[in-house]
Structure formats: structure tokens, C-alpha cells
Nanobody, 125 residues
Framework: QVQTTESGGGLVQPGGSLTLSCTAS????????LGWFRQPPGKEREFVAA????????QYSDSVKGRFAISRDNIKFTGYLQMNNLQPEDAATYYC??????????????????WGQGTQVTVSS
């Protein structure tokens, strides 16, 4: 049974940092792109970042480029999202998922599967 689990969310002040983790099991983790998405309260889920299996290529949404960094450790079956300079507009439930295909990197929800339950990030002073 495939399972992905996000962790690391919490409350942070504007300008602060958090690192989210996504641990997967039951699949060939090192063959699939890993994606992070987020869903702000009352809004649709949106693409944040994705990374290829070999860690060579990554893609970011314009809203997080330069502030967030995606990475992965295939030995640990874990992906990460380092989030810096968090702002109130970054508050959302963050989800990880595995891409159906590896190339090109997709930003579309429909191209991902094995979604986790999400971890909530709150940015407030």
C-alpha cells in the first residue's frame, strides 16, 4: 500500500522559516518526481515546487521562487521543502504527491498521485 505523509508544519512569524518533510512508502520513490502543493483556506490547491528523481532539476511557482527550496533523500524515501521568509500569503495546508511521469516536470494536480493528508502552515505575528 502506497502512503505519503507530510510533517513539519506549524505556526511561524512573518519572515520566519520552516522545513516540511514528505515520507513515502510502498512505491519506487527514486523513480518519481516529487511535488509540493498548497491549499490556502477557501482557495484551490496550487502548485508550489517539484523535483526530479535524480535531484537535478526543480521547478517552482513564481510566488515562492527564491524563498523556497525543494530537495529529496531517496535513501530515506523523503522529500523536503525548505521555506524561508514566510509571509501571511504562504499560510496553507501543504501537500506532497508523486508524479505520474518524470518528464517534463508538471505543475498540474492531475499529473500527481499518492497525495498525503497535508500539514498546516500558519504565518502570523
Amino acid at each position: 500500500q502506497v502512503q505519503t505523509t507530510e510533517s513539519g508544519g506549524g505556526l511561524v512569524q512573518p519572515g520566519g522559516s520552516l522545513t516540511l518533510s514528505c515520507t513515502a512508502s510502498g512505491l519506487a520513490f527514486n523513480t518519481k518526481n516529487l511535488g509540493w502543493f498548497r491549499q490556502p483556506p477557501g482557495k484551490e490547491r496550487e502548485f508550489v515546487a517539484a523535483i526530479t528523481p535524480d535531484d537535478r532539476f526543480a521547478q517552482y511557482s513564481d510566488s515562492v521562487k527564491g524563498r523556497f527550496a525543494i530537495s529529496r533523500d531517496n535513501i530515506k524515501f523523503t522529500g523536503y521543502l525548505q521555506m524561508n521568509n514566510l509571509q501571511p500569503e504562504d499560510a496553507a495546508t501543504y501537500y506532497c504527491a508523486m508524479a505520474v511521469r518524470s518528464w517534463p516536470i508538471s505543475t498540474l494536480l492531475g499529473d500527481y498521485e499518492y497525495w498525503g493528508q497535508g500539514t498546516q502552515v500558519t504565518v502570523s505575528s
